[in-house]
């Protein structure tokens, strides 16, 4: 085995978005493209040597190819023990975790998380710090500069690893450790849930349907579910990963998790039904016939912490992405805790957690987690709702209106205009932002604006500033429109518009979500011009 140095040329486009570098196949099978990338990674960390790595993915196609190049470049670069999921495969989650249990340097995740697979579809590299949470925009930043001056890469000359067998592999100076993808987690798991509990609601008449998706969850869903927590075999559909996710889209909404949502709002439908995502790291929760949204499921958690063994001493604090719901906000309030409004991406919380100011985390776009790893966690919110529902006996939609007996209900939704042309979805944001000075006092009939800004988030614990992160325009009632471009698509731009109106009258609280935003979401198209700039009659999506 030889060390090789590879004489390169630079890339133009290789600047991480919120969540890594996504890019079609074909981009990242581009002669040296990922090697460059991995390179400027390990070029832009210091203190690795001999130090341990972990590397694993959701299991799209390139993943395997991907991590046989990874494996022999860690090697070259000095790293002396590289972490491994068996054949390839760790949920973002489960790679959280075993970077922190292991003491870990950092981790490579392989993963366009809820992007298509495929030869023709995506694929993605994030870097993971030390805490098992994304790299920050320092990281990211230097990851990219050095990207664009990159000259050579190192990677050793030496024969594919066996991913799937579970072993103890050398290559040169570095051990390479093929590892169960999922034993550490399912044992952090037990220390947070009262798995008793929860299996004797499983155990029981309760019916419980989880969709993997055909994507990273299904084999711990199956340990966990199915063997751990006894529930009956078939439980978990869809759990075999598939290179292409079985041709489906690994989104866990009501669009993409479609044969989920006729079960659950069929005949004779499951108590509880939920569905992740491509890496694991997104949930979609609902009861029979009934719909919880990202926010409201963020505010019951924490509304209800106490009756789950891992936060009974309650909860430091809750930390939100500006576009989320503040269904939030009220219990925080209530419970005299912090609530504190972030940029969208995971990497925003980490320092929150870090510094023991949050306990509970969650994004809109079907995202939430806590303390116990660095990122967004599908499964673990799973368990958390299971448990809930164990503790109180009550069904998803009893406890629902419940919380919003107590709290009130924000209506919200998430309007998603997807693949619009880029400067189309550039000029439409450039406009609101030079119109915002003006909108203060502007009255939109019943409507009348009390700020509007593009949202900026100075880091409470390090201080680091984040701008342009989303154009907002707040109501003097407490409604909200905001607009976003989003960062994890591959090809043109998505646009993502979110309107929220908070009604306390109980007497109100079982409207259609859309009938009830429906001027909102009017005048949100008049003040943005959405259909005239994008050329969209109505959105891809609708959460």
Known sequence: MSIQTVSTQPYSDQKPGTSGLRKKVKVFQQQNYLENFVQAIFDSL???????????????????EAIQIILKMAAANGFGRVLVGQGGILSTPAASCIIRKNNAFGGIILSASHNPGGPDE??????????????????????????????????????????????????????????????????????????????QLLSGDFRF?????????????????????????????????????????PDPNLVYAHDLVEVMFGDNAPDFGAASDGDGDRNMVLGSNFFVTPSDSLAVLAANATLVPGYRSGLAGIARSMPTSQAPDRVAEKLGIDCFETPTGWKFFGN?????????????????????????????????????????????????????????????????YEGVESDRANTLIANLRQGLSGMPGKTFG?????????????????GSVATKQGVRIGFTDGSRIVYRLSGTGT??????????????DPAKHNQDTQAALADLISLADEIAQIKTLTGRDQPTVIT
């Open 352 to 416: 929150l957690l870090d510094a023991g100011k949050a306990t509970l985390c969650g994004e809109e776009s079907f995202g939430t987690g806590s303390n116990h790893i660095r990122e967004k966690d599908g499964l673990w919110a799973v368990l958390f709702w299971l448990n809930i529902l164990a503790a109180k006996g009550q069904s998803v939609e009893e406890i629902v209106k419940e919380h919003w007996g107590t709290y009130g209900r924000n209506y919200y939704s998430r309007h998603d």
């Open 446 to 462: 019943p409507y009348t604006v009390d700020y509007a800004d593009d949202f900026a988030y100075t880091d409470p614990v390090d």
């Open 209 to 249: 349907c989880m969709d993997s998706l055909h994507a990273v969850t299904g084999p711990y869903a199956k340990a966990l579910f199915e063997r751990r927590l006894s529930a009956p075999a078939g439980t978990v559909v869809n759990g075999e990963p598939l290179e292409d996710f079985g041709g489906g889209h």
């Open 46 to 64: 210091e203190g690795y040597q001999n130090q341990t790595l972990v590397v694993g993915g959701d299991g799209r196609y390139y993943n395997r």
């Open 491 to 504: 090809s043109g731009a998505t646009l993502r518009l979110y309107v929220e109106r908070y009604e306390a």
């Open 122 to 199: 995506d694929f993605g590299i994030k870097y993971n710090t030390g805490n098992g949470g994304p790299a920050p925009e320092g990281i990211t930043d230097a990851i990219y500069d050095r990207s664009k001056t990159i000259t050579e890469y190192k990677i050793l000359e030496a024969a594919a690893i066996d991913l799937d067998r579970i072993a103890i592999h050398s290559l040169g100076q570095t051990t390479v450790e093929v590892i169960d993808s999922v034993s550490d987690y399912g044992a952090l798991m037990e220390t947070l849930f009262d798995f008793g509990q929860i299996k």
